[in-house]
């Protein structure tokens, strides 16, 4: 029987229900583990049996989830049962790593044991490997189900010589101790990293970025928000020393943060219209010429800590903070929180501080505010009409939009609201 065969026999045996959706429960092949449910849909169904790859609906994002495809742990269909009364199906599948998105092999690692829901799982693949790392300003760490597009990365402790080089002047002219997950994405592409980064790099290194990181405080528009006194920080925590190093985390990322939204923003303007103006010299931009050295005065921060060293409530102390962001992140969790995860106190009380803000109206006038900046500022120093290296248009484009588009734009606005608070507790 062909494939096209068996596919319409097994549609005409399941009964979907009114949302045309079957439940179906994966399981180990050969070990009987189950190892998660998710929902198919007739297309979903049809395209695991053409495959071989098991293919699910995802219910809030309206649209089929090819397991894996975002963080690389895939399975192959063994074999497909169907039930009793043809309204759910069973899946014997070979699971390639984990399978759910905490990297816990199952994801029914809670069971009620002794009259208490206990964890009896541990996980096996930190959560952000699985959705492109952790050690940068964002950090992909939502469920494969979101559908969230992979970011493939070289890890700055991974670089060969010549990406660490370049990771070196990054940070060294950015003045920044990080090297965001986008440039880090870029080393994966062949080629990339040296074609973006030589062409940005002038811009990043003009003495009139700092002017643009100045004047950004007063465009992007912020609701009045509370400046908690001494007396709110010692309740979260938060002593002298503390505030400090929250300070210094503060803002390196708000410098990281507007520094590569502006040279992004070019960018990306540039490849949208490769002929639309000559690029203009930085001097005739803003009258200053650039500074060949970069910053060297990086401070000194506490270490990034990752998802799955933190204790169960601290990471969901970091998840619901992302969680606001859900809407230009889509799925990915801002580093920032997870640098901040050091004070769980601080964490428990940044949504009721920064709540006029998190709004979802105020955050996206806000981050369209940012952007429009972005614009604006960039408009003048579009890099040299260069095309990417062969093959990689789509890729980089589709990075540039999420990044330079959503991602970095939606917590810029988090900074400029955090380094007054910061600034009137010392």
């Known amino acids: 029987m062909s494939k096209h065969d068996t596919a319409a026999a097994v549609l005409a045996a399941l009964r979907f229900d009114a949302a045309g959706l079957v439940p179906a429960i994966a399981q180990q092949h050969d070990t009987g583990e189950v190892l998660m449910l998710a929902w198919m849909n007739r297309e979903a169904v049809a395209e695991t049996i053409a495959t071989g790859q098991v293919c699910y609906f995802s219910r809030s994002r309206g649209k ?19 039930d009793c009364d043809g309204d759910a199906l069973l899946l014997q599948v070979d699971q390639h790593g984990v399978a ?63 990406t660490a080089a370049i990771y070196a002047d990054i940070r060294a002219a950015s003045g920044q101790p990080l090297v965001n997950l986008i440039w880090r994405h870029f080393a994966a592409l062949p080629g990339v990293l040296p074609w973006a980064w030589g062409a940005v790099a002038p811009l990043v290194r003009s003495a009139g970025m700092a002017e643009a990181r100045r004047r950004i405080a007063a465009v992007v528009p912020l609701p009045s928000l509370p400046v908690p006194d001494t007396a709110a920080w010692r309740a979260a925590g938060l002593g002298p020393d503390d505030q400090r190093r929250v300070a210094a985390i503060v803002a390196a990322y708000t410098r990281g943060n507007v520094t590569n939204l502006m040279a992004l923003t070019a960018l990306r303007l540039r490849l949208l219209a490769p002929g639309d103006r000559p690029a203009r010299p930085l001097t005739d931009a803003w009258g200053r010429p650039a500074d060949p050295g970069g910053s060297s005065d990086i401070p000194p921060l ?94 980089v484009t589709a990075a540039l939009d999420r990044f330079a588009g959503k991602i970095i734009p939606d917590l810029v606005p988090v900074c400029l609201a955090l380094g007054p608070m910061l600034r009137s507790a010392g």
């Open 64 to 82: 089929l989830w090819r397991k894996g495809e975002s963080s690389g742990q895939v399975q192959r269909l063994v074999e497909l049962r169907i």
């Open 100 to 162: 759910c998105h905490t990297g816990r092999r199952s994801c029914f690692f809670r069971a009620v044991r002794d009259g208490a829901v206990q964890e009896i799982m541990a996980p096996e693949v930190d959560e952000a490997v699985l959705y492109g790392g952790a050690a940068a300003d964002h950090a992909p760490a939502a469920s494969a189900a979101s559908g969230a597009p992979a970011f493939p990365e070289v890890r700055e402790s991974d670089a060969d010589p010549a």
């Open 302 to 395: 506490d270490p990034l800590p990752r998802m799955a060293a933190l204790d169960p409530a601290t990471a969901a102390l970091v998840r619901a903070l992302a969680g606001y962001h859900a809407g230009a992140g889509g799925g990915v969790v801002p580093s920032l929180y997870l640098h901040l995860s050091h004070w769980p106190g601080l964490l428990r009380v940044l949504p009721d501080w920064l709540d006029p803000l998190l709004a979802p109206a105020a955050l996206r006038a806000a981050r369209e505010g940012a952007i429009a900046f972005a614009e604006q500022e960039a408009i003048a120093l579009l890099p040299a009409p260069i095309e990417p290296p062969p093959g990689t248009r789509e890729r």
